[in-house]
């Protein structure tokens, strides 16, 4: 069964995982979390996002059908 940290990390790709990879390093040097537990951070982060954009389209989408 995976951890929460190989969930995060499956959220990574392309250019989302360039960000990462660009963001953990420093951020782990003044946080106490190793750089995959930035880099799950992040990719979880941009897993929610994408969710809230997609509930929020089908949301607007239901209210203009309702209108």
């Known amino acids: 069964m995976p951890n929460t940290e190989q969930i995060g990390l499956q959220g990574l790709t392309g250019w989302r995982e360039k960000v990462a990879d660009a963001v953990a390093p420093p951020v782990a040097k003044k946080a106490p979390a190793s750089e995959d537990q930035v880099r799950a951070v992040v990719g979880a982060a941009f897993f929610l996002l ?16 309702r209108d």
């Open 50 to 65: 994408s969710l809230y954009y997609v509930i929020s389209t089908i949301a607007k989408m239901a209210k203009a059908a």
